[in-house]
């Protein structure tokens, strides 16, 4: 089977269109954010105030900001009393958590500005941090370590294991994710000719992987990892064309099949880790966007900016977890036990998606705090107490521009008692909004769960819990199911 050179349809993600004009005046100020940023925020009518007595909705940060500068506003931070939001672009993860560890209020990645309309619009809704989340969460991903059975080629932990020893030896080689678009052939169980269909495909990629020097990898189903070594962007536009073209040879209910392919490399990052990510969120944005079938993790701006965002909120997680009774993984548990409670619930879809979302994510506000903080309350007492009852309230403010007010409410209102009790702002019963009480049945579940209760013991104790804590209804439903609750817990 021979590969040619094919035209591959690219489009500039700045012409995907803006939204329409804010109808309230959004006042900024900027630092460090670039001409093509300033130039989306006047489309949609925000104001760019140049003077820094002058009255703003915030201070706009940008991961872009020069480094001594970056420096003297993170000693700011923590005194400041004016609302500070992170510009963060593809591949400053870590700077953004470290800039609101140190007193930033919220993140927005560079590309997705409009989210900033929030500040002013109370009404906005969006669902770019929630769609995210969903491409990343949502699935499972490969699970066996060794050779694929159903490809014949090195598996998902081999993939992975190559880039690492690779950048143990300060090679930085380029990665690539090719994504065939079909339900068909990404499914564990297919049919006859697909399995047929698939192994052959994996034949002749390899085969064209091999004259570049680089090594195929199957990492799930219907998808493939390539690792090159020595190739350079150019080398990687050339095999990426060619190998469009070849998986077109195939067939996806009589039409010719498609794939989408993203690839990072040293131009991007020299970090193992950075570049397997950056390649996973170039070919989610380009199967997500449908009309770029190449792309690189350089050329990722208004597709990205909600990866990166989550990149950055999981990132906070990651830092903050380990110091939780909890643990590590304790918000992706309470997401997807509050997305059982709401299927049971008899949510629909999309409001079972941010329950996950809310759970996943409602500890985040923690971050910045100081480290004796983080996981109380236990023995706290004071100030340390008081710092750590604000941690609703500042996961609302990080998530709100990004995920939207409803999940923000749900956050902010986490800690709150059917009896009126809680905080932040001791509201009870009803006045609760929905999706924070069934927060809270979830984290009681999981908090009991962690201790190494039996079954029956997190029966008896979360019945005792209920005692002026939590809404009757939802706990009488979670005892009703704690069995799948538990099960759900555990993924």
Not at 144 to 151: C, F, N
Not at 292 to 298: K, P, T, V, Y
Not at 395 to 423: N, Y
């Amino acid at each position: 089977m021979s590969a040619v050179d094919v035209d591959v349809p690219l489009v500039d993600l700045d012409e995907l269109g803006h939204p329409a004009a804010v109808t309230t005046e959004l006042r900024l100020r900027c630092l460090g954010v670039p001409d093509s940023v300033r130039t989306r925020l006047a489309t949609i009518g925000a104001v760019i105030v140049e003077s820094d007595d002058d009255q703003v909705d915030a201070l706009l940060v940008s991961t872009r900001l020069a480094p001594d500068e970056l420096a003297a506003l993170e000693a700011e931070l923590p005194t400041s009393s004016r609302q500070t939001i992170v510009l963060a672009h593809t591949g400053a993860e870590r700077l953004a958590v470290h800039l609101v560890s140190a007193g930033a209020d919220a993140i927005v990645g560079e590309g997705n500005e409009d989210a900033l309309l929030g500040l002013v619009d109370t009404n906005r809704s969006p669902t770019t941090l929630l769609t995210s989340y969903e491409r990343r969460f949502g699935s499972a991903g490969a699970s066996s370590r060794g050779v694929d059975p159903s490809t014949g080629l090195l598996d998902r932990g081999t993939f992975e294991r190559r880039i690492a020893t690779l950048g143990d030896a300060d090679e930085v080689p380029r990665v690539a994710f090719i994504k065939v678009a079909s339900d068909r052939w990404g499914t564990p169980e297919v049919d006859p000719v697909v399995a047929v269909q698939r192994r052959r495909l994996s034949t002749a990629l390899a085969h064209l992987a091999s004259t570049t020097g680089s090594e195929l990898y199957s990492t799930s189903h219907g998808e493939f990892g390539l690792v090159g070594p020595t190739l350079s962007p150019h080398d990687m536009q050339r095999f990426g064309r060619n190998a469009l073209e070849i998986v077109a040879t195939y067939r996806d209910r009589g039409l010719p099949l498609r794939a989408v392919i993203g690839h990072a490399g040293s131009e991007s990052t020299t970090d193992p880790e950075e570049l397997l990510e950056l390649a996973r969120r170039a070919v989610e944005v380009a199967a997500a966007d449908g009309t770029q079938l190449l792309l690189s993790a350089e050329d990722l701006s208004l597709g990205v900016s909600t990866t990166t965002e989550l990149e950055i909120v999981v990132r906070m997680l990651d830092q903050i977890e380990p110091l939780l009774p909890e643990g590590v993984g304790h918000g992706e548990r309470v997401g997807r036990i509050s997305a059982e409670l709401a299927r049971l619930r008899g949510w629909s879809p999309g409001a079972v998606a941010r329950a996950q979302l809310a759970g996943h994510l409602h500890d985040v506000g923690r971050a910045g705090m100081p480290e004796a903080a983080i996981g109380g309350p236990g023995e706290l007492t004071g100030e340390l107490l008081e710092v750590w009852r604000t941690f609703p309230t500042r996961s609302a403010a990080m998530l709100k521009l990004t995920a939207g007010p409803g999940i923000a409410a749900a956050v902010h209102s986490q800690r709150e008692r059917w009896d009126g009790d809680g905080f932040p702002e001791g509201i009870r019963s009803t006045d609760i909004p929905e999706t924070a009480r069934l927060l809270a049945v979830s984290h009681t579940i999981d908090e009991l769960a962690s201790e190494g209760a039996s079954s029956a013991a997190v029966a008896t104790r979360l019945r005792g819990r209920g005692n002026g804590e939590l809404d009757p209804e939802l706990l009488d439903l979670a005892m009703d199911n704690l069995t799948a609750l538990l099960h759900a817990r555990l993924g």
